[in-house]
């Protein structure tokens, strides 16, 4: 999916950073994603060498206004203190807001105090998350609203959807022209207004312009044991992303342990109505290609359309849309 140059600008586009699990190994960083809608730049779990992995990327960090943590075990979010440490070094201009379960306010707080300037003490907000059994919003602007709702792991932990705001309507100029709608009236017009004619004739939206592309959503799921209850919070979504750290024959070590199998993920992806699963998490267990197409083969006979997420990969949204 990720065969030519990207438009950031414009749809919803999902890279993966990081696709190991706690115990680091050469070959696979821990866990991050970055996200971005539209104009929007978001980063999801930031897992130790993160910013190595931006930059390699070519992922600018002086776009990330907003950080979302998951949980507060190190591979999820050790590479907190070195960006934040980075970003203040370079003199970010705007705040940079970071959204995690409690206990993200003290950690945010003392990366602060030990890796920031004097004067980033104000630039960097943290807010913490109880969703308390519901999705509550934590974001929104006139681009995107995100909602966080509980995981079940072994500590607290929270997962994310993304719903990308609807865009505005095609203009039909034709129309506009023929009905005589003054230029002044256009952006309204794109909006969803009527237009009134001078004489009082009203003349529908639906006359005057066509339907844009429709709004895309993604869900983030890390570290949890199979949790039917989020299924509710994610039905839907476009894609889906959703730990996958052992395979079937692990069962018993992943829910002793506070995580899912693939099949598990799965299980959730088709229950949900979700258009494609992306796996990640993987266990050190799973070295090679072979053995994490093992583990996608195992969910994907329990759901289609199953990506093995894998480092550097992007996800285009509009390119799933397509093949459904």
């Known amino acids: 999916m990720n065969n030519r140059r990207p438009n950031f600008n414009d749809g919803m586009y999902l890279q993966v950073i990081g696709v190991g699990s706690a115990r680091p190994v050469p070959e696979r960083h821990p866990s991050s994603q970055v996200l971005r809608v539209r104009d929007r730049v978001f980063l999801i779990d930031c897992g130790e060498g993160t910013q190595m992995q931006l930059l390699k990327y070519k992922v600018p960090i002086s776009r990330l206004h907003r950080i979302f943590l998951t949980h507060l075990h190190g591979d999820h979010c050790l590479g907190v203190p070195g960006l934040l440490s980075t970003m203040s070094l370079v003199g970010f201009q705007h705040p940079v807001h970071i959204y995690g379960p409690e206990g993200t306010k003290d950690f945010v707080d003392r990366i602060v105090k030990y890796f920031c300037r004097t004067n980033d003490e104000g630039n960097i907000v943290a807010h913490e998350i109880n969703p308390d059994g519901e999705a509550i919003m934590v974001y929104e602007d006139h681009v995107v609203e995100v909602h966080a709702f509980e995981l079940k792991h072994k500590v607290s932990c929270v997962g994310y959807r993304f719903n990308e705001k609807p865009l505005q309507r095609h203009l039909r100029r034709d129309q506009a022209d023929y009905y005589g709608v003054p230029v002044a009236y256009f952006g309204r017009i794109k909006q969803g207004d009527d237009y009134i004619m001078p004489d009082g004739t009203i003349v529908p939206n639906e006359d005057l312009t066509s339907p844009n592309r429709p709004p895309y959503s993604f869900a983030y799921c890390s570290d949890t044991i199979y949790f039917p209850e989020i299924v509710p919070f994610i039905q839907g979504v476009d894609l889906l ?41 993987y266990s050190t267990r799973y070295k090679t290609i072979k053995e994490v197409e093992m583990l996608r083969l195992e969910a994907e006979s329990q759901f289609p359309n199953v990506i093995a997420g894998e480092e550097g990969l992007i996800i285009d949204v509009s390119e799933i849309i397509k093949a459904k």
Request: no cysteine; aromatic share 4%; net charge neutral.
């Open 241 to 281: 992303y959703h730990e996958t750290t052992f395979g079937e024959e692990l069962s018993d070590k992943a829910h002793a342990r506070g995580h899912s199998t693939a099949l598990e993920a799965a299980k959730i992806a088709r229950l949900a109505g979700v258009k494609a699963l992306l796996m990640g998490h």
